[in-house]
């Protein structure tokens, strides 16, 4: 089993709850945005976050670090090997990339890499030894690097070898998907410059320290330990050498506001017009729409979906909004091993029942004012819709229909009472039976746990709460604060029963996806976001295989398997609102992997 | 007055130490995983094992308690699980704009409530009282949140007379450099404790102007200038000591409604969030901090008390 690193995915999924994704499919209201006019370079720009306080500047954070905006932080700075996201599309962007050649040989278990011949801010080209320089690094201390998962890079990698100046050759220990490989690890590794940064301490010379086991060990320790001094991120010689379009300019102490400045060595194919752009962060939601409101200092920001009635008063203030969907997978997971309830949870006929309830439709409309994916299945069709099976697209195999649905639950045994309580009436394990554990008069009445603080969500999970009631399908909504909500929501399975196995059904928002949107350890045994316990051996082969082959099939087949199965019931995934001053171009359209990076893009008009 | 003092210290190192003590156990009674908790939905077993050693969190309670209660000791709040900056370091880059916004507002609240008070017991009944007391009525039954939000509203959103926002530096200097920028923060704050102060005031004063005292001051032929000014003043200030002792634990727990408002980063956010986060080294080191102040606060009302009413120092001594 393979499990599959975040990364910039959680990065990107952190800024999507501020400013968020899209595709292809992203529309743009108003003139800004797309390429207009004749770029004039200079100008400054104002970026808006919610609650977003980088902490960390070294591309590698420790184990223990849960910071995803240190990835915004860093990736103008030290870009990863691979650049996902191109313009309004969801695919690799091969021109921002850092290699310029990738091929695959010895059954999918050889990667060949050509680095492109760049420099560094300093002037020193960006070579082979600098991936050697991050391998060496990670494979001695991968267990304290935040973003590690197990089997995956550097883990699953045998041997590096450089043959020349730009090429590298990594010898995998099992066969790799080259589309998973390319877009969902290389994204993932940021490259760092080995001529810079190979001590250990600030009055050593730099030398080959990483390529022993102990002093790479030094060196990482030494680099993690600068990489935490949040006083030093614009003054210590390290991070003045960048890869990156930018340079950090300048941090405030708490992380609330920090600058960047062009780098004007950068080797990129785009060179960037504004003179400078800032990270600001907000509290909350409303306090940045009342900054944007009450005069020009944010340059771009967003709109929470339940404020989406201000777009008129923003539009009158001079700002164009464009919509960016959220690459990744959200639901309702229950708990297939709940001591009281599990056993009806088990039954694939409950799970397509209480999916057949869901009105997607309705809440995308109704709570989303259609800025939502309508979630049929593991994949986001809006966000990335390349990837999105052909059943998925046509609204999946259990579309809203409570006749359907109650007549699914009648068929098995339950006196189904709308809007009352449905019971189990013919207990035992035949076809038309409740199924295998639940006891006759076992009531149809969950607990639905959910994060509070947003008002969609909210408003979600009761239009849920009422459509379940058609088929006397009782839920208790009870929110509480996503940090909490996690911390007390046990994974658990049939072997390993956590104490915090008490819950039913919880709805933890999303998980987010990197461009080839294969399983997150959400669905394969053991998973560690595997929360409700589901264990399926097809499940599991059909997984595996998307990892370790690039075919389209195979992917179509996990993920109308897992759709058709439901380890969760899918609902719908809203989207963001990205608002930017109707005067600034290059922004859109958006993808939702590089909607936040792309910086250099921005300009204003002469 | 010093044994007194004496006493009332050692009675507030016996309170802190109580409030250390059952703060810890409380926060550690938390249900759920902090591990979980602080790393996410896609923490693995084995980085949530290294979480719980880096914080000894794998350590029983009595031990981790000892080694906390050895930081605190050393001047050492711990490092936040979040935030992964020392505590003692986000309290400083916090704790002086609080200070300052707080401090100000109570100090601007008190300058204008009162001569406020004692204005509306001298005029009491009359228009400039009843105006005054409709006023501070509204003002004080009217929520913080509601309040910052219609000042923004109206002064930054549609007369662009001042900032929406709180200055964005870190340091009290750079804060300065924003007037604008500060105003409608210390407005709000202002104007909601002037409400509560300016009742206190006036009812403390029509008390003080009933007395006997007066008519002897008066009947010695003393202007009504003189005395306002020394009887009815001093002798009305002694509730008003006690409620700004009382306030000062609110300077260092922050305002997390104007902060909010406003993007002010200050203590109140920075609570609010650890307690959402588990992020137990904020929660355990702010606590601290508020109870430190509280009897810092009372303290420093009662020694107050003492200077302001020489009864009180005599009692004591």
Not at chain 1, 82 to 87: C, L, N, Q, R, V
Request: charged letters at 15%; hydrophobic letters at 40%; proline letters at 6%.
């Amino acid at each position: 089993m393979r499990m599959i690193r975040l990364a910039a995915a959680v990065g990107a999924a952190l800024t999507l709850t501020l400013s968020a994704a899209a595709c292809s499919s992203s529309k743009s209201s108003g003139p800004g945005g797309s390429a207009a006019g004749t770029p004039k370079h200079g100008g400054s720009v104002t970026v808006a976050w919610i609650d977003a306080e980088p902490n960390f500047i070294f591309p590698f954070a420790p184990a223990t670090n849960t910071d995803g905006y240190n990835q915004n932080l860093t990736l103008p700075l030290w870009p990863a090997l691979t650049y996902d996201g191109d313009g309004g599309q969801s695919i690799v962007n091969q021109k921002e990339s850092l290699w310029s050649n990738l091929s695959f040989s010895n059954g999918n278990k050889t990667a060949t890499m050509t680095l492109k011949p760049w420099k560094w801010s300093d002037g020193a080209p960006i070579t082979s030894r600098d991936f050697t320089f991050v391998y060496n690094l990670l494979k001695t201390n991968y267990k304290n690097w935040n973003l590690y998962l197990p089997g995956t890079f550097p883990t699953d990698v045998q041997s590096v070898t450089a043959t020349d100046e730009h090429t590298v050759v990594i010898n995998l220990t099992a066969a790799t998907s080259p589309d998973f490989f390319t877009e969902d690890v290389l994204n993932n590794v940021q490259l760092i410059p080995q001529h810079a940064w190979d001590k250990t301490s600030d009055s050593q010379a730099v030398g080959n320290y990483d390529q022993t086991p102990s002093g790479a060990t030094a060196v990482y320790n030494y680099l993690q330990k600068a990489g935490s001094q949040i006083s030093t991120f614009t003054t210590n010689p390290l991070w003045k050498v960048v890869a990156g379009p930018w340079k950090l300019n300048d941090f405030n102490s708490d992380g609330t506001l920090y600058g960047y400045v062009p780098n004007k060595n950068y080797s990129g194919p785009v060179k960037p017009y504004l003179s400078r752009w800032e990270n600001q962060a907000f509290t909350t939601d409303s306090a940045m729409l009342d900054a944007m409101r009450a005069g020009r200092t944010v340059t771009v920001g967003s709109l929470p979906l339940n404020d989406a009635n201000q777009l008129g008063a923003l539009k009158a203030a001079g700002y164009s909004s464009v919509q960016l969907p959220i690459a990744g997978v959200t639901g309702i997971t229950p708990n297939l091993y709940n001591a009281q309830d599990g056993t009806i949870f088990q039954q694939l006929y409950v799970r397509q029942a209480m999916e057949q309830l869901i009105n997607r439709n309705q809440i995308v409309q109704k709570v989303y004012n259609g800025y939502a994916d309508p979630g049929v299945g593991p994949v986001p069709v809006t966000a990335i819709p390349n990837m999105a099976s052909p059943l998925e697209k046509s609204g999946g195999p259990y579309p809203y229909n409570p006749t359907a649905a109650i007549n699914l639950l009648k068929q098995h045994g339950w006196n189904v009472v709308p809007n009352g309580v449905t019971t189990c009436q013919s207990a035992g394990s035949g076809p038309t039976q409740c199924g295998a554990g639940i006891k006759a008069g076992q009531r149809m009445e969950f607990q639905l746990l959910y994060p509070s603080g947003r008002t969609t969500t909210e408003e979600q999970e009761a239009a849920i709460q009422a459509s379940e009631a058609q088929a006397g399908i009782k839920l208790d909504l009870k929110s509480e604060p996503f940090n909490t909500l996690i911390g007390t929501t046990g994974v658990c399975t049939a072997s390993s029963h956590s104490q915090n196995c008490g819950w039913q059904l919880v709805d933890l928002g999303y998980t987010p996806y990197l461009p080839y949107p294969s399983d997150q350890g959400v669905f394969v045994t053991g998973g560690s976001s595997n929360f409700g316990g589901y264990s399926d051996p097809t499940e599991d082969r059909l997984i595996n295989e998307t990892e370790t082959a690039s075919s389209q099939q195979t992917f179509f087949q996990y993920e109308d398997y897992t759709a058709r199965q439901l380890p969760m019931l899918f609902t719908p995934l809203r989207a963001g609102i990205v608002l930017y001053q109707s005067s600034l171009h290059g922004l859109s359209p958006l993808n939702p992997f590089s909607a936040d990076n792309t910086e250099e893009t921005w300009y204003f008009t002469k | 007055m010093s044994w007194y003092l004496v006493r009332r210290v050692g009675q507030a190192i016996v309170v802190v130490i109580g409030v250390m003590v059952l703060t810890f156990i409380l926060i550690h009674m938390e249900p759920g995983s902090v591990a979980r908790s602080i790393l996410g939905i896609r923490a693995t077993a084995s980085r949530m094992a290294i979480f719980n050693a880096t914080y000894g969190l794998n350590q029983p309670l009595y031990k981790q308690f000892i080694d906390y209660v050895n930081q605190v000791v050393h001047g050492n709040l711990g490092t936040s699980y979040y935030l992964q900056q020392p505590v003692s370091s986000l309290f400083a880059q916090r704790l002086p704009r609080d200070l300052f916004l707080l401090g100000t507002s109570t100090v601007l609240a008190l300058l204008i409530s009162i001569p406020m008070g004692i204005y509306q017991a001298v005029r009491r009944g009359g228009i400039g009282d009843n105006t005054l007391s409709a006023v501070t009525f509204t003002l004080y039954c009217m929520p913080a949140f509601w309040f910052a939000v219609m000042l923004v509203a109206v002064f930054a959103i549609q007369l662009h007379i001042f900032a929406p926002l709180a200055p964005t530096g870190t340091s009290l200097g750079s804060m300065l450099t924003q007037p604008r920028a500060l105003v409608l923060p210390i407005l709000t704050l202002t104007l909601i404790q002037v409400a509560g102060f300016s009742r206190y005031m006036r009812s403390s004063a029509i008390d003080t102007l009933a007395q006997d005292y007066l008519r002897v001051a008066r009947a010695k032929g003393l202007p009504e200038r003189l005395v306002l000014a020394r009887h009815v003043l001093r002798n009305s200030l002694l509730p008003i000591v006690t409620i700004v002792g009382l306030s000062l634990p609110g300077l260092v727990t922050g305002a997390i409604v104007v902060e909010e408002v406003f993007n002010y980063q200050g203590m109140g956010l920075l609570f609010y969030s650890a307690a959402t986060r588990h992020d137990f080294p904020i929660l355990l080191g702010s606590t601290l901090i508020v109870g430190v102040a509280t009897v810092v606060g009372n303290l420093a009302a009662d020694i107050a008390y003492g200077i302001l009413d020489p009864r009180v120092r005599y009692v004591s001594d």
